[in-house]
């Protein structure tokens, strides 16, 4: 299967490849986390890293997927989706069924406005919009 969960011990040998797809989704907000916080996530369990692997192609996609736990379902959160494989239909439903492997009842992602028609294209819904104040 293309789509391969990396363990943190094989971070050494897929982090030279899959860091700059991530790092375009980082750019797109500084302020939420650093390349290197993504990393550390990785290493730590607290964020899971899947790759996208195209056969006879290489790693075209990389997602930084998280899980949030409330009382009603548990969430796989893709917090990062990077690089042109990741976004594909038949690779967002290789995803979701990763998620819901994994235990999540619900899947969802946090994108700019300008994807939103991409992703209802996919199945997904909107159903929140994210309000932020530092405090």
Same mark, same amino acid.
């Given at each position: 299967?293309?789509?391969? *969960?990396? +363990?943190? $011990? =094989?971070?050494?040998?897929v982090w030279p490849l899959a860091a700059p797809l991530l790092q375009k989704c980082v750019d797109v907000d500084p302020d939420f986390m650093t390349i290197e916080q993504v990393e550390f996530?990785? $290493?730590t369990g607290k964020m899971f @890293?899947?790759?996208?692997? =195209?056969p006879d192609v290489g790693i075209t996609g990389a997602a !930084?997927? =998280?899980?949030?736990?409330y009382p009603q379902y548990r969430v796989g959160h893709g917090a990062l989706l990077g !690089? %042109? !494989?990741?976004? %594909?239909p038949h690779v @967002? *439903?290789?995803?979701i069924a990763w998620m819901k492997a994994n235990g999540a009842t619900v899947a969802q992602c946090w994108c700019k406005d300008e994807l939103v028609p991409?992703?209802? %294209?996919? !199945?997904?819904? =909107?159903?929140? +919009?994210?309000? $932020?104040? %530092?405090?």
């Open positions: 299967m293309p789509l391969y *969960q990396v +363990h943190p $011990r =094989e971070l050494p040998v996530a990785v $290493r @890293l899947l790759i996208w692997d =195209e !930084g997927v =998280e899980f949030i736990d !690089g %042109k !494989g990741i976004v %594909k @967002l *439903q290789e995803l991409m992703y209802k %294209k996919m !199945g997904m819904e =909107e159903t929140h +919009h994210v309000m $932020r104040m %530092k405090i």
